[in-house]
């Protein structure tokens, strides 16, 4: 039965077979409570299961949550317990849908993602990890000490998401003056909780991701005091956020669908990666939008990824990446799970000023089989495409959604099957 032995493994993990040794396996919880791998890598599913779209095609998004996570979870959370984790993890969303899809034109939507108790995306993901990492916490008697790097809004989601839980304490790291008035507001107005504490770090959040990282990969440590993350690193965050993608390619209801999606850190690229391994058709293929950060822009561009000397302020802060660490589980599923070249090309890119050139076998995977594309949009862009949909449409672009949203209408206006093509973009507020 597949979904009874699903694993997780590290995307390094065949260096460790080349070595003659097994490489590790991971459950789902030992997944969710990990983070990162103990080798050092990212974790994914060892294979990547396919979901019946017939059967899923009118759930609601909790519904459609649940058969998604089971498929992942296995025999690990009984299915009763498993959909009462689904329901309570979107109690506090603002619209009964949990999400919404609103129509700017007639091949162009926003899929809203930011109907949660922040306001940001990061809330669905959050929300159902916390219920996830509390469930196996609680059942197993223990204590977690969550280490939080924010560029903005994972931040607020996160002490949101897990303020008042009795088995988790959580350490959030911002970098001062590179976060929003109200981003640094929902996070330090959290202190009264006694599991909460927020420190303003100076530098960029790649500078704070740097210690977190550390603390994370030390094995000993780690195990010693009992810590994990939350920030994208951890494949809960990314399996919830699959959700999204099948959500929208349903509910949309047409058949030649691409994505935008406003990418910092590659979360949602890597969902969208393997939401169409599932099965998901994105005949349309995904559109990658980044600010002026655009590594991964340049890396798509080009195949080489080059840390640039400094993180750019933009309109879009919380896009404000210039190392994302999921470019780690984007090559290795595009490099057929070549973990002996993962493991050599992020340690090249994880040094300072730190670089790594892709295979053109991976660039064409992921141009050819995955369709991936990309492109860089500037703060003035953002302006004018803020100024332009609010003229035309009576319709408020936060400044992140309108990176995705100009990047989307570019790629409309410049395809040569534009008639066909519905184009949904991420809304990540």
């Not at 097994?22 to 050092?40: I, T």
């Not at 001062?176 to 960029?204: F, I, L």
């Not at 440590?221 to 399996?239: A, D, M, Q, Y």
Request: hydrophobic share 40%.
């Amino acid at each position: 039965n597949e979904k009874l032995k699903m694993k997780f493994v590290s995307t390094r993990s065949n260096v460790e077979a080349c070595n003659r040794k097994p490489p590790k396996l991971y459950s789902f919880e030992e997944a969710l409570m990990s983070g990162w791998a103990q080798n050092g890598g990212m974790l994914l599913p060892e294979h990547i299961p396919k979901l019946n779209l017939e059967k899923c095609r009118s759930l609601s998004y909790p519904e459609l949550c649940f058969e998604i996570i089971r498929l992942f979870s296995g025999d690990e959370i009984p299915a009763a317990d498993l959909k009462g984790i689904c329901d309570r993890s979107f109690e506090r969303f603002s619209t009964k849908n949990v999400i919404e899809l609103h129509a700017l034109d007639d091949n162009l939507y926003i899929c809203e993602l930011w109907h949660g108790p922040t306001l940001a995306f990061k809330d669905l993901g959050l929300q159902a990890l916390a219920e996830l990492l509390c469930y196996f916490l609680n059942k197993n008697k223990k204590r977690l000490n969550l280490l939080i790097g924010t560029s903005g809004d994972t931040g607020g989601s996160a002490l949101e998401a897990f303020k008042g839980k009795g088995n988790v304490d959580v350490v959030c790291l911002y970098p001062k003056g590179r976060v929003s008035k109200v981003q640094e507001r929902q996070m330090t107005s959290v202190g009264s909780e006694a599991n909460c504490y927020v420190v303003a770090c100076e530098g960029t959040s790649d500078e704070l991701d740097v210690p977190v990282e550390a603390v994370l990969n030390d094995f000993d440590f780690k195990t010693k005091h009992c810590c994990g993350s939350v920030n994208s690193v951890n494949i809960g965050r990314i399996l919830v956020q699959i959700v999204h993608f099948f959500w929208a390619y349903f509910r949309v209801g047409r058949e030649h669908v691409g994505f935008s999606i406003p990418t910092g850190a590659a979360g949602h690229l890597t969902a969208g990666i393997i939401a169409m391994q599932m099965g998901l058709p994105i005949k349309g293929g995904m559109h990658v939008a980044t600010n002026n950060n655009d590594i991964m822009h340049r890396f798509l561009s080009c195949g080489t990824a080059t840390v640039a000397q400094s993180c750019l302020r933009t309109l879009s802060n919380a896009m404000g990446i210039q190392v994302p660490y999921n470019i780690e589980r984007i090559v290795n599923l595009a490099s057929g799970r070549n973990g002996k070249l993962t493991r050599e090309w992020m340690s090249s890119f994880k040094q300072e000023n730190g670089s790594f050139s892709a295979t053109p076998q991976v660039m064409k995977v992921l141009h050819d089989e995955y369709h991936i594309t990309s492109s860089s949009v500037s703060d003035e862009d953002i302006q004018q495409c803020i100024k332009s949909t609010w003229s035309s449409k009576k319709y408020l672009l936060d400044p992140h959604t309108a990176v995705g949203v100009f990047a989307g209408q570019k790629v409309l206006k410049d395809s040569s099957n534009m008639r066909n093509m519905t184009m949904i973009c991420m809304g990540v507020s």
